[in-house]
């Protein structure tokens, strides 16, 4: 119940292509969902969040889709650039620590690599 | 803002020696700290808790007796591994949610840890 399942596991696409990702959850109680992009050899550096209160949420080329009745969750990064390369991981947490979860501890999902060709 | 350092970068022991990782909120307090370790193309494991004055909470099936965790103050929380074996090698992340600030972490840069 506390997993978050991610894919796909890579993805290729070209410069100026649209990249999607995908994460399902299975405990309800989660009610936030963060996507990390971490370089190699680098830390996760939080890229946009989202609370179950929106279905949609924008910051430039990335948005995030939330479908709470489906518990399914997508990062869609636009025109994307070779520079986004990476590898991209979906989280979630439950702020009142319920459903078996400690209060904003995260659960990541499985991670996606990400390449963009020029 | 935001930001989270971690010290040092990388450190290559000698195997039965000790560790420590040192991790700070530069900006902002953060009652809350959290240690991750990843395997190389894996996700971040999360291997323990840490509160501000209080005891750490461990994962399931993580020692705490080898991985000592300290946070003595709101902007600094150490790890140290004890009596490192190659096995621990491993690439060690810390997080930290602002006071106040809910469910956002902010990760540090990571540590690579090599044990000889």
Redesign the interface.
Known sequence: QQQVKQSPQSLIVQKGGISIINCAYENTAFD?F?W?QQFP??????LI?IRPDVSEKKEGRFTISFNKSAKQFSLHIMDSQPGDSATY?CAA?S?SGAGGT?Y???T????T?LTVHP | GAV?S?HPSRVICKSGTSVKIECRSLDFQAT?M?WYRQFP????M?MA?SNEGSKA?YEQGVEKDKFLINHASLTLSTLTVTSAHPEDSS?Y?C?A?PSGG?????????T?LTVL
């Open positions: 936030y963060p990390y050899g680098k830390g996760p550096a939080l969040a991981f947490s702020s400690s904003g501890k995260l990541f999902g499985q991670g690599i | 989270v971690q809350t959290f193309k894996q996700s971040l999360l808790t909470t690439f992340i997080s949610s809910g469910d956002t972490q902010y990760f540090g840069p990571g690579r």
